[in-house]
T-cell receptor, first 112, second 112 residues
Framework: GQQLNQSPQSMFIQEGEDVSMNCTSS?????WLWYKQDPGEGPVLLIA?????ELTSNGRLTAQFGITRKDSFLNISASIPSDVGIYFC????????????FGTGTRLQVTL | DVKVTQSSRYLVKRTGEKVFLECVQD?????MFWYRQDPGLGLRLIYF???????EKGDIPEGYSVSREKKERFSLILESASTNQTSMYLC???????????FGNGTRLTVT
């Protein structure tokens, strides 16, 4: 199966900074999802995007479904220490979540 | 809240052993999934199941089998564990359709 290219692989930022990460694919997806995995836990859904061009926010998080349907972006504003973790994008083009393709992850570390 | 429970957080097994990883969900979800997570590779789908006694191969099924005798329980079986199966294993469930996945906290398996 294919994988999504997610960048950057890791980020080390200071508290209060804004963060951007993205995910690109050679294939079109109908749904883009962003998950966060805290240390020692399973991934938790942050944002789901269902329409090309869609921009959706969840608190300090904003994600966009790219117009080409081959990419997605996640921004975190004013980062705080609890933002530490691994962020995964995932794409689906089956409508069943049975064939989610996950990105390789972005590891975020935040310093005070 | 949906609860997906994986029976073991950490397991250490020897090469050639038969290994069972158990997963239980408490929300009557139709779909259940097994992923493995490796650094730099993200999450890769091993097997999934749409219903009791139903199973379908994911992207990397080789060396694994699954069992779903009851709706709430989905087991991953390593018939003869090998060192390249050392990994983090994540179970997930969803109610079906395009609904996002709910993950367990993972089982970190080490095969020596």
């Amino acid at each position: 199966g294919q994988q999504l290219n997610q960048s950057p692989q890791s980020m080390f930022i200071q508290e209060g900074e804004d963060v951007s990460m993205n995910c690109t694919s050679s294939s079109i997806f109908n749904t883009w999802l962003w998950y966060k995995q805290d240390p020692g836990e399973g991934p938790v859904l942050l944002i789901a995007l269902y329409k090309a061009g869609e921009l959706t926010s969840n608190g300090r998080l904003t994600a966009q479904f790219g117009i080409t349907r081959k990419d997605s972006f996640l921004n975190i504003s004013a980062s705080i220490p609890s933002d530490v973790g691994i962020y995964f994008c995932a794409g689906d083009n089956t409508g069943t979540a049975s064939k989610l393709t996950f990105g390789t992850g972005t590891r975020l570390q935040v310093t005070l | 809240d949906v609860k997906v429970t994986q029976s073991s957080r950490y397991l250490v097994k020897r090469t050639g052993e038969k290994v069972f990883l158990e997963c239980v969900q408490d929300m009557d979800h139709e779909n259940m999934f097994w992923y493995r997570q490796d650094p730099g590779l993200g999450l890769r789908l091993i097997y999934f199941s749409y219903d009791v006694k139903m199973k379908e191969k994911g992207d990397i099924p080789e060396g694994y089998s699954v069992s779903r005798e009851k709706k709430e329980r989905f087991s991953l079986i390593l018939e003869s564990a090998s060192t390249n199966q050392t990994s983090m294993y994540l179970c997930a469930s969803s109610p079906g359709g395009a609904s996002p996945l709910h993950f367990g906290n993972g089982t970190r398996l080490t095969v020596t």
